[in-house]
């Protein structure tokens, strides 16, 4: 297809430099970036990235196709117009008619650049050196001279777009033209400004691309995937990126890492030591090895080092420099490596892309972390669009876990955990489930003006162009014009992004975890199983339901309710099927719908729901009297608001039983929506109680209870295998432990939240033993399991109430006062009694045993002292003699308790 | 000038010394946080668990009042925000202000802004709050930091629909946040008043708070008694100082006392309220064991006896020679109103005048004995001694009336 053809002719000319310049890549990094004329700056990224123009060379290399005329004339026209347009763009940009012509000039630096290293008759070393020379010294003095010449003769402006039909003349014709670097560089920096009115006119352009799609001519057409040069690209890759633009003429990529021993790529395995990252032939080490070992390996010179002793690698043969890999370079900081946000060709024809910046741990504001793993890279929130040409090839940036699994993807293998806060220098995990939607929903919002701002607090050496640009994003911005409160959402919340740990913890990523951490890790109510198991049956009910009313060519509204004791899995259920269904959606075979959750517990009021709806539905917020009118026009009167309205909804009413207002008019509403013939809408409602639609009035249970689905509590069967599915593949747990705890939990209530957290809780009863125990340096290093005692202990924490305990531990007079209590009441047979005849028989009790009666005002306030503690239940003391008391407790809970106590043996008589 | 002498004074030194000490929970429960055993440990490997593992926990400490929950809790607190810098944020609420659940979630919003330095709205509603809320859970999840909820007197939160501790609780087991909810409650049964699917959610753990053992107790009490050794003090005051307590702490009376002040409230929060070291006496210089007697005696009185004796003053002040002259009569009455010796049966009758509206009377009649037997003469006291009488003749009790009195007592 015609995006490869270009490529290639572009292509062949700079394979040729290739060998030649190999070297470069020996150099130390703080070197390079300051020798090479081109970038004498410290990286300006957007700005030099940029720098590759883009229609220079392309619309040409479009030319040599052309066999087919129409293409041809177009593209010719697009020279045409592009070159006409490119004035008119920067005009917008307010730039004047002499940063016109630099792009060119740009171009044209580099053409010369290149051509002077490609056929400069010198070695590559001398060549290099002359290039270092040049550098500094003479930049300045010649960068005027440069301008003005190249100003002098506008026809050279033309000169790649008309007078060049092929590459190497193109080239040759360069390599006469006296320009030198500098000139390059400074035009960059202009590119740099350019840049950000690109962004601009791109940000209203994909706003309004949504509603104009129709008009096609000389609009950007987005890709998901771009097969360019040899590549497959694809939104949402990762990719390296050139620094600069001879980066790729630079050198060869050696796709073979070479041994650090032997310096030769290829023959036979070699193993990757885990913290230089340097390659070794099995057979290179000393003492060699039979195959790769289990676990970290770390060569001999790192350990080497660690001891404390300096040695160094062996050097290469003369005359071999070492060839560096694309990661090495990564990880030097020589290369950039971006993810692909989004595909798109240009107008002229040219490929771009935005990238999602990834930075090296060097390059955060905190640095190099001690855990920092060596493969580490941040994913940062900063976005810039570049040309596709600048990309060298894939890499891949894992998540831990995949990483973790990651065996032979090759070495640009890359791990990121977190993201970077390029403004706020903080960082963020990454969230494990990537909710790419919410995400980019946010993005596609803010991105535009977000970036625009950003360049403008970063790129702060640029002229004066750009402030203009920036007091006209400055309306755009949040943070400084008018400060929005962060708890009150209008759209979004402001300054979360603030958010963020200035330095990752080292307890997150220093930690090895145990089995038991694991298995605590894995107990948790958070984690989600991938798999539910033991509510198969449930599962499928009411995916056909769903998938019925979807289906269904009418659409017509459906009402199913779900009931079940709390923990019985109905949310999840629902929300899985959800999931299911929408990689179903995905890929193609139903068609779309949108979904609302709503819980009634998290409403401040049911009549909320109206609204909470509608923002879901359309992203407005609006009064909920208003939400309701709009949804009755949406729902019952068939008006749809916009195109997508079409869709079948899905409404998921958690906790139904909170919506049931005096009327019922909500719950009413909301029910007889999807008996309107175009409502196209299907409610799900979960509550606890069974027979909610009964209690409701008839006309809302006539809509409401015709399809239900019981959710019944788990026995220990099932409470085993969702523990136990858990716990898959660690070794923490005793088996009968496991089986005890569903037993108990099934015998109770058959909550697996329940069953779930006694076993979390034991886990962590066990590893509190554990950790204890290692601190007081007696371990008995052994399996650490959690055993039955761990679990009862857990058991009897959670369902035993603590009164007991708390009885046999109270004060004399306490006791002596629940005593009486209790005597009053075997005496009466009444469970209420007043303070006046309690006080009594504690007097009596008192003298007959030899106590000292300790008075009426203390004896009050040992009552109301019981009293809040709710072991007996208590009138308030001012009613003093009138007080009327009640046990809380069984009184055998507290004959038990008393029975035996130490200080008081005689209690026992009474009880 | 004397008192700069004072100032001087090892024993206004130690005294000061002590009370500081009595005043500060950190002190007072550092030396019961040692032991594996003790809560302080339990707690601390919960939260810091749950800081450097992520995971979400709810717990529940219980125990009677002044039996060190919280101040437990910010010893802990104390130590993970030093072992844990920036990494933990604490949000604290007490049911006492906070039992509404939009205000509590507003002022959730509002200490999560602080901690943050974000801008805080006070017009959002219960919904942006509570978004927001979920949201910095997110967020703060994702940047590892926890954010601990300390709910003091929890037992408020677990009224009405309790919103709020559902939002918490669910928030806990559906986004990757990293937070803690601690419950702080005396109410032993704050479990079962949390709604059934509140319940669900909770993890169900709880500390119990109890009171110290005996020795512990005594242990405890020469921790706190006894001076440093290194300090600004002259050491040979000190060693005095120390010496002697030891000889109190030892003695038999000692513990006797200290017995009969426990028995009636056995925690820690009362033993330091023990009040023997304001008894010191500074021109000794040292603690005696009649200070602790002192502190005793003056804990154990008898209000309600105390205000019976109490009409001597009126009648002193209303100058006549009749000691029941009826407006000595209806002064001391209102006084045994205010004192809530005496209360009115009802609230019917605002208007009525005081002598004509039915009372009850308040105090026993073993109590009333009791004090009739102490003061002989003041007339308060026959008015109740009459009300007794209509007590012994339950019938008439619930006529009583001031007029009546007055018959009764002529």
Known sequence: MPMETPRKAVQSPKKRKQSPNNDKSKQPVSLSIHLFPQTPQPPLRRSSRRSLHPFASKTIDQIPDLNRPTEAAEAIEKCNVKSVNTPKKHSKGTLNEEDSEIPELSKLGKRNEEAETTFSPVSPEASESKKRKRGSSKEESVKRLRILKCKLNTEDEEIPELGTLDEGNDEVAATFSPVLPAAAEMKKRKKGQEKGVATRAMSTMSSKKSMEGEKKKKKRVYYKKVVYDGGEFEVGDDVYLKKREDASSDDEVPEMEECRVCFKAGRGVMIECDDCLGGFHLKCLKPPLKEVPEGDWVCGFCQARKLGKNIEFPKPPVGKKRARTLREKLLAGDLWAVRIESLWKEVDGSYWFRGRWYKIPEETASGRQPHNLRRELYRTNDFADTEMESIIRHCNVMSPKEYAKATDEGDDVFLCEYEYDIQWHSFKRLAEIDDDDEADGECASSDEDWNACKEADSDTDEDMEYEEENARNAQARPSTTNQLAANSRKGRFFGLQKVGTKKIPEHVRCHKQTDLERAKATLLLATLPKFLPCRNKEMEEIATFIKGAICDDQCLGRCLYIHGVPGTGKTMSVLAVMKNIKSEVDAGSIRPYCFVEVNGLKLAAPENIYTVIYEALTGHRVSWKNALQLLNERFSDGKKMAKEDDRPCILLIDELDLLVTRNQSVLYNILDWPTKPNSKLIVIGIANTMDLPEKLLPRISSRMGIQRLCFGPYNYQQLQEIISSRLKGLDAFEKQAVEFASRKVAAISGDARRALEICRRAAEIADYHVKSQISTATSSKGKELVTMADVDAAIQEMFQAPHVQVMKNCSKLSKIFLTAMVYELYKTGMGETTFEKLATTVSCICTSNGEAFPGWDTLLKVGCQLGECRIIVCEAGDRHRLQKLQLNFPSDDVAFALKDSKDLPWLAKYL | MGREKEKEKPSEKALNLLRSRLADPNFIFKPLSDSPDSNYSKLKFIISTSV??????????????????????????????????????????????????????????????????????????????????????????????????????????????????????????????????????????????????????????????????????????????????????????????????????SDERFKELITTYLSFNFTIGHLVRFQAVSYMDLDVGFLSLENFKTALSSNQRQSKLECI???????????????????????????????????????????????????????????????????????????????????????AFWLLTPQHLYSVMH
């Open chain 2, 309 to 395: 004796r109490e009409y001597k003053s009126i009648h002193d002040s209303s100058q006549t020679s009749d000691n029941y002259a009826a407006n000595v009569c209806l002064r001391a009455f209102e006084h045994l109103l205010q004192r809530q010796l005496i209360s009115f049966i009802d609230n019917k009758g605002h208007n009525q005048s005081v002598e004509f509206r039915p009372v009850k009377l308040l105090i026993s009649s073993a109590e009333l004995h009791q004090g009739l037997k102490s003061s002989h003469q003041c007339p308060p006291v026959t008015m109740l001694r009459a009300a007794r009488t209509h007590l012994e003749n339950p019938s």
């Open chain 2, 52 to 249: 450097t593992e992520a995971c979400n926990n709810s717990i529940l400490l219980l125990g009677p009042r002044g039996s060190g929950k919280v101040a437990v809790l910010e010893l802990v607190l104390s130590d993970l925000l030093q072992q844990y810098p920036d990494v933990i944020s604490v949000i604290r609420l007490n049911g006492l202000l906070h039992s509404d659940d939009n205000c509590a979630l507003k002022e959730i919003a509002r200490q999560l802004c602080m901690e943050h330095q974000l801008l805080f709205s006070k017009v959002a509603s219960f919904d942006d709050n509570s978004q927001f809320m979920i949201a910095m859970l997110r967020e703060c999840g994702l940047a590892h930091k926890t954010i601990i909820f300390v709910l003091d007197e929890f037992d408020f939160f677990a009224q009405g629909k309790q919103r709020l501790l559902y939002s918490l609780l669910d928030a806990m087991q559906s986004v990757n946040s990293q937070s803690v909810v601690i419950g702080v409650s005396c109410r032993l049964d704050v479990d079962q008043l949390l709604e059934k699917r509140v319940r669900s959610r909770f993890s169900h753990r709880k500390l119990l708070f109890l009171s110290p053992s005996k020795e512990d107790t005594e242990r405890f009490m020469e921790h706190i008694l006894s001076l440093p050794v290194d300090s600004s003090i002259p050491q040979n005051y000190t060693a005095e100082f120390n010496g002697r307590l030891k000889k109190i702490i």
